[in-house]
């Protein structure tokens, strides 16, 4: 391996283009964000080491020996996120990039095509929440962040339209230019020279600046590289791993994958995993599995009795196990997720991905299809699974680093084929630092969980064992979360301070929250609860007021809504006490 004459940036991109320059199947996704992109340019205007390249020659004859992908062009966060594998002729040598991906990939979209993220606040199925920027340059004058020197911007077309102070510059274009005559030609065309446009100060710094990025992007040698000419693919291999490994340049599991995607024979598990994460995250209203999940999944799923992330565990011969039972670990995998859909889960709501995992592993022990997700004859295990996992949610036993729970469970579910254990595993973890019994304080602090609380729906499901999985629910607040301003609670005749203090502490907890058919939510809307429940027909009031816990002996006015708060109160705190207390539990099952 010996170091390379430098090339640039012009001729790094023109490789990229020929598909001279190509991605191993060993290189992780790209994972920066524009702002790191920005400092990338930033640091080559100013002309700082961008570190080192590892590039590794294939010669043409072997080229057909191994996978390849195209770097990404288009980055967009939902639908372009992979890279897509090349069918090479195998008439040319080609260069892999072993260390570097990142850097040339960000400078590949920034200088040849676009990155679109989502936006704050739209939904992710809306056309507006994904807009393509391009990178832009600032001609008229610095950054205005302290760590900037130059102001680059992934901007939107509209966005980058000149205003006072501004003139953005698409950076791609500098690579256009055939000399510095060519830049000046620009300047001047564009009137950046013209100091009855612009202020001499800005003129000035619109020269320079626009004549340092073609130097930056043309001239300047700024891809230095060392070069890898063996083709043994485990020695590329340990080399990635050699460079990969200190935790910094590349997450473990991203390594992992591509020790997997090395080793296995006739899959492309880069492919297969990153396809699969895909369709499991399209489950139902939306999930955000990631492939450590589904990495540490096959693990446990496949009875390995060493579960931790490292590389001595995804050995060629483990990678070859994974492999052979990859349908039967997926496809528990799968129903496992379209369970926990039905139970009303999704990406906003399920706070520990890795809780899924044991109960892949039973539905896997236990040989489940399609028909135990909805048979009568398993509903007692369907219900038990879902009060497990409502109560390892609840308590945050998956939190932190959880391996040494996993062989506990494939313990008890070994142990009791054909029954989710629910009450060995509940009697079981009371010895261990995770039980997941609950007490009385485990009680009240269920009744402090807020709105805004990714634990509220797990709790809420505990009040509502008869949920539909084939109906979408809505947390809703009784009395509606409008009325419990100062100006409104004053409007509605409660004046006392330490009263209205009281009602803003109070709404927007447990007590006062329902789970509601998102139909018969929108028809709720801001109405008062009293007002809203007085148009119902008598018989639906009293199906109503019983599903929804509602207490009988208090006035439903606003006006008494800590009175109807403390009734509330006491009665779904009998009912988590009946479902989450051990004296429910039946001695008989153990």
Same mark, same amino acid.
């Given at each position: 391996?010996?170091?390379?004459?430098?090339?640039?940036?012009?001729?790094? #991109?023109?490789?990229?283009?020929?598909?001279? *320059?190509?991605?191993?199947?060993?290189?992780?996704?790209?994972?920066?964000?524009?702002?790191?992109?920005?400092?990338?340019?930033?640091?080559?205007?100013?002309?700082?080491?961008?570190?080192?390249?590892?590039?590794?020659?294939?010669?043409?004859?072997?080229?057909?020996?191994?996978? *390849?992908?195209?770097?990404?062009?288009?980055?967009?966060?939902?639908?372009?996120?992979?890279?897509?594998?090349?069918?090479?002729?195998?008439?040319?040598?080609?260069?892999?990039?072993?260390?570097?991906?990142?850097?040339?990939?960000?400078?590949?979209?920034?200088?040849?095509?676009?990155?679109?993220?989502?936006?704050?606040?739209?939904?992710?199925?809306?056309?507006?929440?994904?807009?393509?920027?391009?990178?832009?340059?600032?001609?008229?004058?610095?950054?205005?962040?302290?760590?900037?020197?130059?102001?680059?911007?992934?901007?939107?077309?509209?966005?980058?339209?000149?205003?006072?102070?501004?003139?953005?510059?698409?950076?791609?274009?500098?690579?256009?230019?055939?000399?510095?005559?060519?830049?000046?030609?620009?300047?001047?065309?564009?009137?950046?020279?013209?100091?009855?446009?612009?202020?001499?100060?800005?003129?000035?710094?619109?020269?320079?600046?626009?004549?340092?990025?073609?130097?930056?992007?043309?001239?300047?040698?700024?891809?230095?590289?060392?070069?890898?000419?063996?083709?043994?693919?485990?020695?590329?291999?340990?080399?990635?791993?050699?460079?990969?490994?200190?935790?910094?340049?590349?997450?473990?599991?991203? $390594?992992?994958?591509?020790?997997?995607?090395?080793?296995?024979?006739?899959?492309?598990?880069?492919?297969?995993?990153?396809?699969?994460?895909?369709?499991?995250?399209?489950?139902?209203?939306?999930?955000?599995?990631?492939?450590?999940?589904?990495?540490?999944?096959?693990?446990?799923?496949?009875?390995?009795?060493?579960?931790?992330?490292?590389?001595?565990?995804?050995?060629?011969?483990?990678?070859?196990?994974?492999?052979?039972?990859?349908?039967? #670990?997926?496809?528990?995998?799968?129903?496992?997720?379209?369970?926990?859909?039905?139970?009303?889960?999704?990406?906003?709501?399920?706070?520990?991905? &890795?809780?899924?995992?044991?109960?892949?592993?039973?539905?896997?022990? &236990?040989?489940?299809?399609?028909?135990?997700?909805?048979?009568?004859?398993?509903?007692?295990?369907?219900?038990?699974?879902?009060?497990?996992?409502?109560?390892?949610? $609840?308590?945050?036993?998956?939190?932190?680093?959880?391996?040494?729970?996993?062989?506990?469970?494939?313990?008890?579910?070994?142990?009791?084929?054909?029954?989710?254990?629910?009450?060995?595993?509940?009697?079981?973890?009371?010895?261990?630092?995770?039980?997941?019994?609950?007490?009385?304080?485990?009680?009240?602090?269920?009744?402090?969980?807020?709105?805004?609380?990714?634990?509220?729906?797990?709790?809420?499901?505990?009040?509502?064992?008869?949920?539909?999985?084939?109906?979408?629910?809505?947390?809703?607040?009784?009395?509606?979360?409008?009325? *419990?301003?100062?100006?409104?609670?004053?409007?509605?005749?409660?004046?006392?301070?330490?009263?209205?203090?009281?009602?803003?502490?109070?709404?927007?907890?447990?007590?006062?929250?329902?789970?509601?058919?998102?139909?018969?939510?929108?028809?709720?809307?801001?109405?008062?609860?009293?007002?809203?429940?007085?148009?119902?027909?008598? &018989?639906?009031?009293?199906?109503?007021?019983? $599903?929804?816990?509602?207490?009988? &002996?208090?006035?439903?006015?606003?006006?008494?809504?800590?009175?109807?708060?403390?009734?509330?109160?006491?009665? #779904?705190?009998?009912?988590?006490?009946?479902?989450?207390?051990?004296?429910?539990?039946?001695?008989?099952?153990?």
């Amino acid at each position: 391996m010996a170091y390379q004459t430098p090339i640039t940036i012009a001729e790094a #991109i023109t490789n990229i283009q020929n598909q001279k *320059f190509v991605l191993p199947s060993i290189q992780r996704e790209f994972v920066w964000t524009t702002e790191q992109i920005e400092q990338l340019f930033d640091s080559l205007m100013r002309e700082y080491p961008i570190s080192t390249f590892l590039f590794w020659n294939v010669e043409k004859q072997r080229v057909k020996d191994f996978q *390849f992908y195209k770097f990404l062009q288009f980055y967009h966060e939902k639908t372009s996120r992979h890279n897509v594998k090349l069918d090479l002729s195998g008439t040319q040598d080609v260069t892999a990039i072993l260390d570097g991906q990142q850097r040339l990939t960000s400078i590949y979209i920034a200088l040849k095509g676009t990155y679109s993220k989502k936006l704050p606040y739209y939904h992710w199925n809306s056309e507006h929440a994904f807009p393509a920027r391009k990178l832009y340059l600032n001609l008229l004058r610095p950054a205005q962040d302290l760590e900037m020197e130059y102001d680059f911007r992934f901007l939107t077309a509209s966005e980058a339209e000149s205003e006072e102070g501004f003139y953005w510059f698409e950076v791609g274009k500098a690579l256009d230019f055939r000399n510095l005559m060519g830049v000046m030609q620009f300047l001047i065309s564009n009137g950046l020279t013209d100091t009855s446009k612009y202020p001499e100060e800005q003129a000035n710094f619109a020269s320079k600046c626009l004549s340092q990025l073609y130097n930056v992007l043309n001239d300047k040698a700024s891809i230095s590289f060392y070069l890898e000419k063996g083709e043994a693919l485990d020695k590329v291999l340990q080399i990635f791993i050699r460079i990969n490994s200190g935790g910094t340049k590349l997450s473990y599991s991203d $390594l992992l994958l591509s020790v997997a995607t090395a080793q296995w024979q006739e899959k492309d598990a880069r492919e297969v995993i990153h396809a699969f994460v895909d369709e499991i995250n399209d489950v139902g209203d939306k999930f955000d599995f990631s492939k450590d999940f589904v990495l540490k999944s096959c693990l446990v799923l496949g009875d390995f009795a060493d579960i931790r992330f490292k590389v001595d565990n995804f050995t060629k011969n483990n990678m070859i196990q994974i492999e052979q039972k990859w349908d039967s #670990i997926s496809s528990a995998i799968r129903m496992a997720v379209r369970l926990i859909s039905r139970y009303g889960y999704n990406r906003d709501n399920l706070t520990s991905a &890795n809780a899924v995992i044991p109960i892949a592993y039973f539905i896997l022990k &236990n040989n489940w299809g399609e028909t135990q997700l909805s048979s009568s004859v398993n509903s007692e295990d369907r219900r038990r699974i879902k009060e497990w996992l409502v109560r390892v949610l $609840l308590k945050r036993t998956f939190g932190g680093t959880p391996d040494n729970l996993y062989p506990a469970l494939r313990s008890d579910i070994n142990s009791h084929i054909g029954q989710f254990p629910l009450y060995q595993i509940i009697e079981r973890s009371k010895s261990t630092t995770k039980p997941i019994s609950f007490t009385a304080d485990d009680i009240e602090n269920l009744l402090q969980i807020e709105y805004s609380s990714p634990l509220a729906y797990s709790a809420l499901s505990i009040l509502y064992p008869g949920l539909s999985g084939h109906v979408k629910y809505h947390q809703d607040h009784i009395h509606p979360k409008k009325f *419990f301003t100062d100006a409104k609670l004053r409007a509605e005749g409660i004046n006392d301070t330490q009263k209205i203090n009281f009602y803003k502490e109070r709404f927007n907890l447990l007590p006062n929250l329902q789970l509601l058919e998102a139909q018969e939510n929108v028809e709720k809307s801001s109405t008062h609860f009293a007002s809203w429940l007085s148009t119902r027909p008598e &018989n639906e009031v009293s199906q109503f007021v019983h $599903l929804h816990s509602i207490p009988t &002996n208090v006035s439903f006015s606003f006006s008494d809504f800590l009175q109807f708060f403390d009734a509330r109160k006491g009665l #779904i705190k009998q009912k988590l006490n009946a479902a989450l207390g051990i004296e429910q539990m039946n001695v008989a099952d153990f």
